[in-house]
């Protein structure tokens, strides 16, 4: 069975940092490639970032260029998020979604961790 | 980027309808659509790719058809799981978009 289990959201000052952390199991997590995908409180699905399974290749949307990084550790199955210089409409819970084929469609998601960004 | 808009926004519908959802592309993207259902609470779950391939697992009331810009999710006998909100998804460029979601709610 695939399970995404994300970890790392909480509340942070804007200005601040935050790491998000998505362990995998139940498929071969080295041959897929990942993706964070968002969504504000009462609102749609925002596309954040995806990277290639082997974690050489990374995209991201224009609202966190610059400020997120996206990167992998293929030996311990994890995904994971470096997000900085957060903005208030950072707010969101944020799903590690497993891609298929090459980030075209997510097949299995997590369950979602929240991040709130406030003073 | 490309935009994609969903209309109608919210649908009123009846246990045993047909419900018809659109999706428009600001530009052609061949067949490079997924659509996918969220249930308050829960994460999306992918329905349709490549336009109209269902995913498996997925009921076969499930359709989706088109191609270019103008694509169409179809339920066909609508169930009382399916009240839900839909999307969809382009995979045609980086980055990717989502449409801004369907409401299909109890008539």
């Known amino acids: 069975e695939v399970q995404l289990l994300e970890s790392g959201g909480g509340l942070v000052q804007p200005g601040g940092p935050l790491r998000l952390s998505c362990v995998a199991s139940?498929?071969?997590?080295?041959?897929?490639?990942m993706s964070w995908v968002r969504q504000a409180p009462g609102k749609g699905l925002e596309w954040v970032s995806g990277?290639?399974?082997?974690?050489?290749?990374?995209y991201f949307a224009e609202s966190v260029k610059g400020r997120f990084t996206i990167s992998r550790d293929n030996f311990r199955n994890t995904l994971y998020l470096q997000m900085s210089s957060l903005r208030a409409e950072d707010t969101a819970i944020y799903y590690c979604a497993k891609a298929t084929d090459f980030l075209n469609y997510f097949d299995y998601w997590g369950q979602g961790t929240l991040v709130t960004v406030s003073s | 980027d490309i935009q994609m808009t969903q209309s109608p926004s919210s649908v009123s519908a009846s246990v045993g309808s047909r419900v018809t959802i659109t999706c428009r592309a600001s530009?052609?993207?061949?067949?490079?659509l997924a659509w996918y259902q969220q249930k308050p609470g829960k994460a999306p779950k992918l329905l349709i790719y490549a336009a109209s391939r269902l995913q498996s697992g997925v009921p076969s009331r499930f359709g989706g058809s088109g191609s270019g810009t103008d694509f169409t999710l179809t339920i066909s006998s609508l169930q009382p799981e399916d009240f839900a909100t839909y999307y969809c998804?382009?995979?045609?460029?980086?980055?990717?978009?989502f449409g801004g979601g369907t409401k299909v709610e109890i008539k």
């Open positions: 139940g498929f071969t997590f080295s041959s897929s490639a």
């Open positions: 998804q382009q995979a045609y460029s980086f980055p990717r978009t």
């Open positions: 990277i290639s399974d082997s974690g050489d290749s990374a």
């Open positions: 530009q052609g993207i061949s067949s490079w």
